[in-house]
């Protein structure tokens, strides 16, 4: 499994969604908008993050750990061997591959297991219905720009894959935690202010 992060596409064609996207989550990474490119953890930069996460996503982090280190590094380490028994490395394609693609399994491990260690579990309890917690299914609407979406907040971890997934520390959920049906958010962007109206709030139980 290689390790993947999003970019943004820069295609000008994006820019009437990607501004789209800009005004429901106050941020230009828009997830419908995303191409999948290899990028080592350690060259990621080091935000300040809420360290929270669902139960689902704590099991697919540990689900993603154990696929690399009982299958894909094993697996990698036997070609490393395989390839340096040939002799003369210097120009051995598949030797110089293989043991980068084993760093960045190791560099993967290290921050999985940090993230498995760190990170806080939060369920859903029955003192959440009513109001948009962490791991809430939100809908929203904005009148004005005739606009509409339904999206869950999570943690930054659990966004990768899941389209529908916006982070507990975009403007667009700080602005949301709290609230309930029926109440009126502004969420503040370079853009400009915008007002949501909350529709429904629902929880994974």
């Given at each position: 499994?290689v390790?993947?992060?999003?970019?943004?596409?820069?295609?000008?064609n994006?820019?009437?969604?990607?501004?789209?996207?800009?005004?429901?989550?106050?941020?230009?990474?828009?997830?419908?908008?995303?191409?999948?490119?290899?990028?080592?953890?350690?060259?990621?930069p080091?935000?300040?993050?809420?360290?929270?996460?669902?139960?689902?996503?704590?099991?697919?982090?540990?689900e993603?750990?154990?696929?690399?280190?009982?299958?894909?590094?094993?697996?990698?380490?036997?070609k490393?061997?395989?390839?340096?028994?040939?002799?003369?490395?210097s120009?051995?394609?598949?030797?110089?591959?293989?043991?980068?693609?084993?760093?960045?399994?190791?560099?993967?491990?290290?921050?999985?297991?940090?993230?498995?260690?760190?990170?806080?579990v939060?369920?859903?309890?029955?003192?959440?219905?009513?109001?948009?917690?962490?791991?809430?299914?939100?809908?929203?609407?904005?009148?004005?720009?005739?606009?509409?979406?339904?999206?869950?907040?999570?943690?930054?971890?659990?966004?990768?894959?899941?389209?529908?997934?916006?982070?507990?520390?975009?403007?667009?959920?700080?602005?949301?935690?709290?609230?309930?049906?029926?109440?009126e958010?502004?969420?503040?962007?370079?853009?400009?202010?915008?007002?949501?109206?909350?529709?429904?709030?629902?929880?994974?139980?």
């Amino acid at each position: 499994m290689v390790y993947y992060r999003r970019a943004v596409l820069s295609d000008s064609n994006c820019k009437k969604i990607n501004y789209r996207h800009y005004i429901i989550f106050g941020t230009f990474s828009n997830k419908d908008l995303l191409v999948r490119r290899k990028i080592p953890e350690s060259t990621l930069p080091k935000l300040d993050r809420s360290q929270l996460i669902t139960s689902e996503g704590l099991q697919k982090l540990k689900e993603e750990h154990d696929q690399l280190w009982r299958v894909e590094r094993p697996d990698v380490t036997a070609k490393v061997a395989w390839a340096a028994s040939l002799g003369d490395r210097s120009e051995n394609a598949d030797y110089h591959y293989n043991k980068k693609r084993l760093r960045e399994i190791d560099n993967r491990l290290r921050y999985l297991r940090k993230c498995i260690d760190d990170f806080k579990v939060i369920d859903y309890h029955p003192n959440q219905e009513g109001k948009v917690n962490f791991g809430a299914w939100v809908e929203i609407k904005n009148e004005k720009k005739g606009l509409q979406n339904r999206f869950r907040i999570v943690g930054y971890e659990e966004l990768i894959g899941n389209k529908d997934y916006i982070s507990m520390d975009s403007p667009m959920a700080k602005s949301l935690l709290g609230k309930a049906v029926g109440d009126e958010v502004i969420v503040k962007t370079k853009l400009g202010d915008f007002v949501w109206k909350i529709l429904t709030i629902e929880y994974q139980k």
